[in-house]
């Protein structure tokens, strides 16, 4: 039985155009026996395109950037700082990011706000939040929970603004591959609103449930690990 899939059917799996899903597995040095044009992958490679590409969905009156921008946003409750943050959680250029975001406030779908905030210092930052209170917005949010960035998007380790959280931690735990697990179990028990926020964007599904295995959680934190393994779509 034949368990390839066409270049085309992946292209359409991820909401995006052929000769993209092309150049990406040519970058990725997938071997092309069918042919250009005729492209023939296994499961593993459609799961590294997708790694590389992200999941699009297409929203009837949006450009897929917006879509992918106010995906960003939606998953940070904290707010983003700038454009270029957008566009680093989305896996899109700054510009591309810029023209988004300002569409979508002349829309109502994302806010601004300014803020405080520590780090080494504190700054006066303006910060970028999904508007969830828009009565656009609810018709909108499955579509954008089942948006997934490239996972390039997504950072390796804990950052630094983090660290305080993992005093006690060797330097190799930190690493979201290694240590995710180890990770996911000191947010759900720091509860810390930054962490959470990070975690909820960067650990996989199955790190939040094994946290949740963890002794001693109260029931409502365990089930918020269970929610944010559902939420994950890793």
Same mark, same amino acid.
Do not use: C
């Given at each position: 039985?034949?368990?390839?899939?066409?270049?085309?059917?992946?292209?359409?799996?991820?909401?995006?155009?052929?000769?993209?899903?092309?150049?990406?597995?040519?970058?990725?040095?997938?071997?092309?026996? %069918?042919?250009?044009?005729?492209?023939?992958?296994?499961?593993?490679?459609?799961?590294?395109?997708?790694?590389?590409?992200?999941?699009?969905?297409?929203?009837?009156?949006?450009?897929?950037?917006?879509?992918?921008?106010?995906?960003?946003?939606?998953?940070?409750?904290?707010?983003?700082?700038?454009?270029?943050?957008?566009?680093?959680?989305?896996?899109?250029?700054?510009?591309?990011?810029?023209?988004?975001?300002?569409?979508?406030?002349?829309?109502?779908?994302?806010?601004?706000?300014?803020?405080?905030?520590?780090?080494?210092?504190?700054?006066?930052?303006?910060?970028?939040? %999904?508007?969830?209170?828009?009565?656009?917005?609810?018709?909108?949010?499955?579509?954008?929970?089942?948006?997934?960035?490239?996972?390039?998007?997504?950072?390796?380790?804990?950052?630094?603004?983090?660290?305080?959280?993992?005093?006690?931690?060797?330097?190799?735990?930190?690493?979201?591959?290694?240590?995710?697990?180890?990770? %996911?179990?000191?947010?759900?028990?720091?509860?810390?609103?930054?962490?959470?926020?990070?975690?909820?964007?960067?650990?996989?599904?199955?790190?939040?449930?094994?946290?949740?295995?963890?002794?001693?959680?109260?029931?409502?934190?365990?089930?918020? %690990?269970?929610?944010?393994?559902?939420?994950?779509?890793?």
């Amino acid at each position: 039985m034949d368990t390839t899939l066409s270049a085309s059917d992946i292209a359409r799996e991820l909401g995006t155009s052929l000769p993209r899903v092309i150049r990406a597995a040519q970058r990725l040095r997938f071997d092309d026996r %069918a042919g250009r044009g005729h492209l023939r992958l296994s499961p593993e490679q459609r799961d590294r395109l997708r790694d590389e590409l992200g999941k699009s969905v297409p929203v009837p009156g949006y450009s897929q950037i917006e879509v992918a921008a106010l995906a960003a946003l939606s998953r940070a409750p904290l707010g983003l700082p700038s454009a270029r943050a957008v566009a680093r959680r989305a896996g899109m250029s700054p510009t591309a990011a810029s023209r988004a975001v300002a569409s979508l406030r002349e829309r109502g779908l994302v806010r601004q706000e300014q803020r405080d905030i520590v780090a080494g210092r504190t700054r006066h930052v303006v910060m970028l939040y %999904a508007n969830w209170r828009h009565p656009a917005y609810a018709s909108l949010s499955q579509q954008v929970r089942r948006v997934e960035p490239p996972a390039s998007s997504r950072d390796a380790r804990v950052p630094a603004r983090l660290t305080h959280l993992f005093w006690n931690t060797k330097p190799d735990q930190l690493e979201v591959q290694r240590g995710g697990p180890y990770i %996911a179990r000191r947010l759900l028990r720091t509860l810390d609103p930054a962490g959470l926020s990070w975690g909820a964007e960067n650990l996989r599904s199955e790190d939040w449930r094994e946290a949740a295995k963890a002794r001693g959680l109260a029931p409502s934190v365990r089930a918020l %690990a269970e929610n944010l393994a559902a939420g994950s779509g890793r």
